[in-house]
């Protein structure tokens, strides 16, 4: 008989005035009771609307039944099968938009739980060892696998290792596939690695995946920029004859208003990855710094906006985040929101950048804003903010970071003059992946601009499938 409680069992967080002083873990997960009280409040939907919120599909009424059951192994095999990052997805994923939007429970009350509990599935390991090399059923009667089977290898460079290229590689490394992912950091990861911090994503966790997908006999060459230090014509050379495109979308945007270029504004990319890839917050153990001095000012809404505050503040900033939108349309997870104002993160919402003012040393001093107000729905359904006159203030600070949108890495397209792109950059694919050259597939932020981890996930497993079939 499920639980009728409305709400959400309780996560045990760290305790806030510790977290404004370590990188540590914020969220602690579920303990086994916690879990089984959770998993209780599912009501096993016939229609099981959660799992069409899923991008990747994830059976989520059968493993909450399994962690209900007791049975957590079994929760994570299920989980398994169709997701290879049930502990990164557990969590990052903006389940809010996704199965719990859909979750029947949350028509009256909060949904399930489902993002904690495939936190907790996720710390099982597999029962029989090697659940992620059985776990994925894939359909094997394809020339490729002939050619893998009759000693000619098919031989597949992944470009980018973000959850895109981990996906496409370790779907592709299960059928027999030879892959190899080309990384141009030094660190392989992506987004996980350089961009979301430890507090919300520990690294040891990135690390076990990876360390997951090399046991499937996956190799891994970081410090070489595909377009750059090697061509797909090298890799073709090489013996490559399928090519996946998983390079991202880490190309920084800015405003174009006055004093951008003071010492002191920086991308939250470049900031994110001095303190996470680069561990700049264990200077001078690890010899990277970054400067954030006594007040920062964040320019964004979204989860880069949120991690790019969070940091700043753990660095000993008073951290003020600017957003020219209101709360409700901040595009970043709501959990994310909640945690940087409980830590203290001072919001100015409905204000928006005009000009960054220089200190008598040169350094930036301080970001002249104006106040908005929303106007009609622009062509993303989000009202438009416009400006009021004469609303101009300023704010003081000693570092500006900001964190309004990634374009795709551009690196791979230029030295593809036939590759077909949009506009804005992303590499155009269809539903497989497939670009319009032969051989050639795409996935994640590279095609979409910059989304979600799991959109990217289901991307390169998409490409990997079709080279599978093909
Ligand atoms: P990436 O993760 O960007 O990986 C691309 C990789 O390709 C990089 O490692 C890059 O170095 C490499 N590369 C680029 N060019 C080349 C080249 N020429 N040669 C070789 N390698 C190359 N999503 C969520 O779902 N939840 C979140 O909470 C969340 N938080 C985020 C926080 C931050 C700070 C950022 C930046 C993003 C966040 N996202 C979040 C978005 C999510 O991380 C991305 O959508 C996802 O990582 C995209 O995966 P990808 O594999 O396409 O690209
Ligand atoms: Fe359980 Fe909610 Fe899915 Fe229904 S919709 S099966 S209650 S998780």
Redesign the pocket.
């Known amino acids: 008989m499920a639980d009728m409680a409305k709400t959400k069992t309780y996560m045990p967080l760290l305790p806030i005035d510790k977290r404004r002083a370590t990188f540590e873990e914020v969220a602690l997960g579920y303990t086994a009771e916690q879990a089984r009280k959770e998993a209780g409040r599912c009501l096993n939907c016939k229609h099981r609307p959660c799992v069409s919120g899923c991008p990747v599909n994830v059976a989520i009424p059968e493993f909450i039944a399994a962690i209900h059951e007791g049975d957590g192994e079994r929760a994570g095999e299920i989980i398994r099968k169709t997701n290879s990052l049930p502990a990164v997805c557990g969590r990052?994923?903006?389940q809010e938009n996704q199965c719990e939007k859909l979750c029947v429970r949350g028509r009256q009350g909060e949904p399930v739980a489902i993002g904690r509990l495939e936190r907790y599935a996720a710390e099982f390991e597999p029962r029989n060892g090697g659940g992620r090399q059985n776990a994925e059923p894939i359909n094997v009667n394809h020339p490729a696998k002939t050619a893998v089977l009759s000693g000619t290898p098919v031989k597949v460079a992944v470009?980018?290792?973000?959850?895109?290229?981990?996906s496409a590689a370790g779907t592709l490394a299960k059928a027999g596939f030879t892959v190899s992912i080309?990384?141009?950091?030094h660190n392989?990861?992506?987004?996980?690695?350089?961009?979301?911090p430890e507090f919300?994503l520990p690294k040891n966790l990135v690390k076990k995946e990876i360390d997951a997908l090399t046991s499937l006999g996956v190799s891994i060459e970081t410090n070489?920029?595909?377009?750059?230090s090697l061509t797909l014509d090298d890799l073709r050379g090489e013996g490559f004859s399928r090519f996946v495109i998983?390079?991202?979308?880490?190309l920084p945007q800015f405003m174009n208003i006055k004093g951008e270029t003071l010492p002191g504004v920086l991308s939250?990319?470049e900031f994110?990855t001095r303190v996470n890839l680069m561990k700049a917050y264990r200077f001078p153990e690890f010899d990277t710094p970054v400067r954030v001095g006594r007040k920062a000012v964040v320019v964004g809404g979204g989860?880069?906006a949120m991690?790019?505050a969070r940091c700043a503040l753990r660095l000993g900033a008073e951290v003020t985040l600017v957003y020219r939108r209101g709360r409700e349309e901040m595009p970043a997870?709501a959990e994310?929101i909640e945690h940087a104002i409980e830590e203290g993160v001072r919001f100015e919402l409905l204000t928006n950048p005009v000009e960054y003012t220089r200190k008598e040393d040169g350094t930036v001093g301080g970001v002249s804003c104006v106040r908005m107000e929303l106007g009609e729905p622009d062509a993303s359904g989000r009202r438009r903010p416009r400006e009021i006159a004469g609303s101009e203030f300023t704010i003081d600070c000693d570092t500006a970071i900001i964190a309004i949108g990634?374009a795709p890495?551009p690196?791979?397209t230029s030295a593809l003059p036939d590759l077909a792109t949009q506009k804005w950059g992303g590499v155009i694919a269809d539903d497989d992946g497939r670009t319009n050259l032969p051989n050639v597939y795409a996935?994640?932020?590279?095609v979409s601009g910059?989304?979600?981890?799991?959109?990217?996930m289901g991307a390169?497993m998409r490409c990997a499938m079709d080279i599978i079939n093909m």
């Open positions: 990052v994923c903006p470009i980018g290792s973000g959850p895109a290229g981990l080309f990384e141009a950091l392989p990861g992506g987004v996980l690695a350089y961009g979301i919300r070489v920029v595909i377009g750059k998983c390079s991202g979308a880490g939250a990319n994110l989860n880069v991690d790019a997870r994310e990634n890495n690196t791979v996935a994640g932020d590279a910059a989304a979600t981890v799991i959109l990217a390169g």
